[in-house]
């Protein structure tokens, strides 16, 4: 062999070995830890269990559905660092290694330095600086004000989570969170879904879904946090091993945690976020579309995805919403009144055809003691009639509290002044809540459209503010 042979060689094997070197920490951090991979088995057997076994998961009014989307936006994010970035506190175990895809927004107290995901950067631009060599990501640290901690220079804390979860309109702290609340008893009994666990000073936890058994005895409660290392959903269950449901009591509100509840926790909205859509979302923007019948190049594409993403409609199955479908009088009632977050009521409706354990059977003694709807007789309301537009209308107007319009005239051919919905209808041209189906006939008696309805609810909704928060 050559000398310039052996060198070349010698650089070659130099060459690996170095690499292979430089790739030892890599592997060693990326190595599973026995531990959380056996909670992770052990996670999956007890939901597979909770289904098998017909676990029933807490009803929540639309307001609170949304906290909880708002919240797995911040957990179910996922990026993947171009460099390594330590993470808060440079602790063992919370370095984000370059290359390797995480979930849940990373953890750091941007107070001095850094910016708040997604209070001052939102989720999409999180990530584009994620895929920016040159971002601050890789090149600044975000410092803690108090502590002077380090950690990742876009980043989120579990206040912030917290803030964001519940539509609050600017960050808060574990001291200030208490201002937007009502304080609830110290019993996990007393839980309920968006409820916020907090210790002033130190943390606070967000309750994200609650389980029952058939007998009503609660079996789990699932936690969404902001925490080191990144944001995370962790479920207690009863019988688990290493998250016990006893856990909540004994090591949180046993120890000074407080229970506390958002006072407006039924008006929170919920914004489609591209960065991360979530199951059921619909967007024209990214594509995210469960239904296989709704094309997003549709004019009601838009309003679809509105309702659907703020809990006022879901498909008719996993893949379907038709949209040509018909609305029926219950299905309206329901809509009026997720959209009115959810009230409570009592008393009892004068109809034969509706049944006290019917789905719809709050909205509709709600509605009718508010005036918005009546019946189809003396005794009836029936409910899986279709519900025609000039009924809707009417509703819409009614749930509005009746709002006298500035117009006298609507232009449609086909009603007349004397008309029963004249008055409803004014208003809803007026404000832009509804159109004809030519330019100048309403047809009030065709059956609404479950697409046509979902463009009413949208404009109704827009038009007063129904849903809080970004």
């Not at 502590?147 to 200030?176: D, I, M």
């Not at 996993?318 to 009115?340: H, K």
């Not at 409706?349 to 005036?371: E, I, M, N, Q, S």
Request: net charge positive; with cysteine.
């Amino acid at each position: 062999m050559s000398r310039r042979g052996f060198k070349t060689r010698c650089a070659a094997l130099l060459l690996i070995l170095s690499l292979a070197a430089a790739l030892l920490p890599l592997a060693a951090a990326a190595e599973p830890d026995p531990t959380e991979e056996a909670s992770q088995q052990e996670e999956s057997a007890m939901e597979e269990a909770l289904r098998a076994s017909g676990a029933i998961h807490a009803e929540v009014s639309p307001g609170v559905r949304n906290i909880v989307k708002r919240a797995c936006q911040l957990t179910d994010i996922v990026w993947t660092p171009l460099r390594n970035i330590e993470g808060w506190k440079n602790y063992s175990g919370n370095r984000f290694l370059a290359g390797r895809s995480y979930t849940g927004l990373p953890y750091a107290q941007p107070h001095r330095s850094g910016s708040y995901v997604p209070w001052q950067t939102s989720l999409t631009e999180f990530l584009r600086q994620v895929a920016n060599p040159d971002s601050a990501m890789y090149s600044a640290q975000a410092i803690s004000q108090v502590q002077k901690n380090p950690g990742p220079y876009y980043a989120c804390e579990c206040s912030a989570f917290v803030s964001w979860a519940w539509g609050l309109p600017q960050r808060e702290t574990t001291h200030t969170l208490p201002q937007y609340s009502t304080v609830i008893g110290g019993s996990i009994s007393n839980l309920q879904v968006g409820d916020c666990l907090n210790l002033e000073g130190k943390h606070a936890r967000l309750v994200t879904d609650i389980t029952y058994d058939a007998h009503g005895s609660l079996t789990g409660i699932e936690i969404c946090e902001e925490t080191p290392p990144a944001a995370r959903r962790i479920w207690y269950r009863e019988g688990s091993s290493s998250h016990p449901l006893t856990e909540l009591q004994t090591d949180f509100l046993d120890k000074g945690y407080v229970i506390l509840r958002s006072k407006t926790r039924d008006l929170v909205g919920y914004s489609h976020s591209c960065a991360v859509p979530l199951t059921g979302d619909v967007c024209p923007v990214c594509g995210a579309n469960p239904y296989r019948d709704l094309p997003l190049n549709r004019w009601y594409a838009g309003a679809v995805a509105y309702v659907c993403n703020q809990g006022l409609m879901s498909g008719t199955s996993a893949d379907t919403f038709s949209p040509n479908a018909e609305i029926t009088r219950a299905m309206a009632v329901m809509m009026l009144w997720r959209m009115e977050h959810s009230p409570d009521s009592v008393g009892t409706v004068p109809f034969r055809d509706v049944k006290t354990d019917a789905y719809y059977y709050a909205a509709l003694r709600w509605a009718w003691a508010r005036g918005i709807v009546s019946g189809t007789g003396a005794d009836r309301f029936s409910p899986k009639a279709p519900c025609t537009r000039a009924q809707l209308v009417t509703f819409l107007w009614q749930t509005a509290g009746k709002p006298n319009p500035k117009q006298s005239s609507c232009g449609f051919r086909d009603v007349k002044p004397g008309d029963w919905y004249y008055k409803a209808l004014l208003w809803a041209v007026e404000n832009g809540v509804v159109s004809g189906k030519s330019a100048d006939r309403f047809c009030p008696k065709d059956h609404a459209t479950r697409a046509e309805t979902a463009a009413m609810f949208q404009a109704v909704c827009q038009l007063r503010g129904s849903f809080m928060g970004r």
